[in-house]
């Protein structure tokens, strides 16, 4: 079902003073005229802006502004409140105003009441004005433009307006009285152009009451003609929107009632007409003057004095009966128009006025003021719509959206092509389809009610070879074509295995393809790998595998040997295991220890191929270097072992040594002889050539100068005996040195 979403006909002002507001839904009563400002027994029109505001409203005779005051220049129309459409507002193309949502200017075409007879014959017929909104502050002037004859001395009370299908202009359709013509009048950017496209059928008729209306699909025109004419009946007529000819189509002539009032549905196929306490249905979907009489149902009214009709922008048809002694007069609806049969749900006094009258006229409204009537659904595919606007010319812009009814202002899916397709989620579902358009002439918004018919849709499977993954494992491709035969694409449309983690996988079925989207879930599991840190045991140690953290898998070899080096594998049953090493460094127990010394300098041995191995001398620190230099005289202890305790070796080395000379001459240097042996108990002795006996040295003593008693001896050699004790041995040396004066 089509939805009226502009607001142009939202407010109505009618009879006595009465107004509806169809800006809530259902609509209430307007209150708001002031008592005695708005009297029209049968035609009158309303204007409102985009919003629904209303901007002007008139009888035929006079036209007020959204204040309740009378225009300036508003008087003295040449329209009648008595005849049936008094009046038509059609915008004046390419004035419109995006920033107030309104055309800037409108031209107003009002028709005479057909009994009147005016003293001169230019006072009557048929006549135009031109009213601009930009003036007197936005309440809108008549300009002198007014009244202007377009035809006639007399009227049929008749005329619609009907948007031209180039998107920005307008036809106003009126009837010749005592003739076989019907005038379309173009209405242009160039203004109200007065030369008429004639349109000459078989249809002659004189002045009379009754309403003529063109259907929401701007195609078809409709017309009544009361029983008191030879050309009493129903008329329904072709109209072209492009060239604005109008040619025959149905006619019910077998009616012999008053018969006043007729309308459309709002999907085009259903007309209307009342008469009385009768209420007639047509079905104009037929093909045939035939089937269109047969199509014919009628339904009672439990209230007389049927009249107007009007399609009103909820999509109902609402009906006036004259009702002037009683404030209790209430609307007659038929709330569903567009269902054929006692479905249309006709309910007779409906709509309150709040105390308010309504005499024969409804407001001659254009619920279709903006030309593109009705988005058509192109074709229905498997799980997809394309769309299209009627009459979509001189549009700048679309913005489409598809939308569930129970959630209708968050769109599924969009598109800014002028006819998209749009994907259909699930076919289950009831849907809102919107169309917003800005054109060069205005922006509007339309919608369109939309129950998928097709229900039986595949649910694409796949047999994929893994739906898990490791991390930066390379993927399998995704398959483009389902078990079932499903062509299509994913998204996104290739495993990403970066990221771990459970990731979706669309697949959407290609156009044609009657499947719905179908999802899988693909997971990327962490690579497993465990570092384990190198182990070192010493001969005889007993160890385990190390901790594996939970990790389920195998070691190989499966048994440690603490007697050598190895390196074991850890292999992860877990597809995503990585295999980890870990060594065993096996140390054995060192035992053979050798030390030379050379002067001062002691060089440690050990026979190993451990490279491991830490070296002491005496109580210092422990150093991975085996050489000692500059060791003072005397006993020394070294300590070998190493950095995990696998080795403890200790031996005692002794470092002895003398001066082969010195030079006693006072000088600061080599004035003394002397062996100073440290931790050591020594004795030194000194003796000329000849064994005798010279000095005898304490090791607390500076050492020998030189002299004897003294005297300087000569320079030559001297013999010296050290009785010393070497790491715990008592032992004597014997050697020589040299005096050099």
């Not at 409709?222 to 109209?239: A, K, M, T």
């Not at 012999?256 to 007409?273: C, D, H, I, M, R």
């Not at 700048?396 to 989620?425: C, D, H, K, M, R």
């Not at 097709?454 to 993954?469: A, E, R, W």
Request: a negative charge; glycine letters at 6%; charged letters at 15%.
């Amino acid at each position: 079902m089509s939805i009226f979403a502009q607001g142009e006909s939202n407010i109505w002002y009618f009879g006595i003073n009465a107004g509806l507001n169809f800006n809530s839904n259902p609509p209430t009563s307007l209150l708001d005229l002031p008592i005695g400002s708005m009297f029209s027994s049968e035609g009158c029109s309303t204007i409102s802006d985009s919003n629904g505001n209303v901007l002007f409203y008139t009888n035929g005779e006079k036209v007020w502004n959204k204040n309740f005051q009378v225009m300036f220049n508003g008087n003295n129309l040449a329209g009648h409140n008595s005849s049936t459409q008094s009046s038509a507002i059609i915008p004046y193309p390419g004035t419109y105003n995006f920033t107030e949502n309104r055309f800037d200017k409108y031209f107003l075409v009002t028709l005479d009441d057909y009994t009147v007879q005016a003293p001169i014959a230019e006072d009557k017929g048929v006549r135009y004005s031109e009213i601009d909104m930009s003036l007197d502050n936005g309440l809108g002037v008549v300009t002198q433009n007014k009244n202007i004859h377009l035809f006639g001395t007399t009227t049929t009370e008749k005329v619609c307006v009907v948007p031209h299908s180039n998107g920005c202009d307008f036809w106003v359709i009126c009837k010749v009285v005592d003739s076989n013509n019907f005038y379309s009048y173009h209405i242009s950017s160039n203004g109200f152009n007065v030369n008429p496209v004639i349109s000459t059928t078989s249809f002659f008729v004189d002045a009379r009451p009754g309403q003529m209306k063109v259907s929401p699909d701007n195609k078809l025109l409709s017309y009544v003609v009361p029983s008191s004419s030879n050309y009493e009946g129903l008329y329904v007529f072709n109209f072209n929107n492009s060239t604005g000819l109008i040619t025959e189509k149905f006619a019910d002539t077998n009616a012999n009632e008053n018969q006043y009032g007729t309308a459309f549905s709002p999907n085009s196929k259903v007309l209307y007409k009342c008469a009385g306490s009768r209420i007639y249905q047509y079905d104009v979907s037929t093909t045939t003057n035939n089937d269109f009489i047969a199509s014919k149902t009628i339904f009672i009214s439990s209230t007389s004095g049927l009249q107007s009709m009007q399609l009103a922008p909820d999509g109902k048809i609402y009906i006036a009966r004259p009702i002037l002694s009683s404030s209790s007069g209430r609307l007659g609806v038929i709330n569903n128009p567009n269902v054929l049969g006692e479905n249309c749900n006709y309910v007779s006094e409906q709509q309150d006025l709040g105390g308010r009258f309504c005499l024969a006229g409804l407001p001659n409204q254009l619920n279709n003021l903006k030309p593109h009537n009705g988005i058509v659904i192109e074709n229905e595919l498997c799980n997809s719509l394309q769309l299209a606007l009627e009459n979509n010319n001189n549009i700048l812009n679309y913005n489409w959206g598809l939308a569930y009814v129970t959630n209708p202002q968050t769109f599924i899916s969009t598109s800014f092509e002028a006819t998209p397709t749009l994907n259909i989620p699930n076919q289950n579902e009831q849907y809102i389809i919107t169309c917003t358009i800005v054109s060069e002439c205005y922006s509007n918004t339309y919608q369109l009610l939309f129950s998928p018919r097709n229900t039986n849709l595949v649910i694409p499977s796949f047999n994929l070879l893994t739906n898990t993954y490791c991390q930066n494992q390379t993927p399998n491709p995704l398959p483009l074509t389902s078990v079932e035969g499903i062509a299509g694409t994913w998204t996104p449309t290739i495993i990403n295995t970066t990221i771990v983690g459970t990731s979706s996988y669309t697949f959407t079925p290609n156009q044609g393809q009657c499947a719905y989207q179908a999802t899988i879930e693909i997971t990327i599991k962490p690579n497993i790998k465990i570092d384990f840190q190198d182990t070192i045991i010493c001969e005889g140690t007993t160890i385990s595998f190390p901790s594996t953290n939970g990790v389920d898998g195998t070691w190989y070899p499966t048994n440690i040997n603490t007697t050598q080096n190895a390196t074991y594998t850890f292999t992860p049953i877990d597809n995503c295991g990585q295999s980890s090493t870990w060594q065993v460094i096996f140390l054995e127990s060192l035992s053979d220890l050798s030390i030379s010394t050379f002067n001062n300098t002691v060089i440690v041995n050990v026979v190993s191929s451990n490279n491991m191995l830490l070296y002491q001398l005496d109580n210092g620190n422990f150093q991975y270097s085996n050489i000692f230099e500059n060791v003072s005289f005397g006993c020394h202890t070294i300590k070998v072992t190493d950095l995990y305790g696998c080795t403890e070796l200790s031996s005692s080395v002794f470092i002895f040594d003398y001066p082969k000379f010195f030079t006693p001459n006072n000088d600061g240097y080599n004035d003394y002889w002397n062996i100073v042996i440290e931790n050591t108990d020594a004795d030194l002795y000194i003796f000329d050539r000849y064994g005798k006996l010279l000095k005898e040295i304490n090791q607390n003593e500076i050492g020998w100068d030189g002299t004897y008693n003294g005297n300087k001896l000569p320079s030559t050699d001297y013999w010296f005996v050290l009785e010393y004790d070497e790491c715990g041995v008592r032992k004597t040396f014997k050697s020589h040195f040299g005096l050099m004066r």
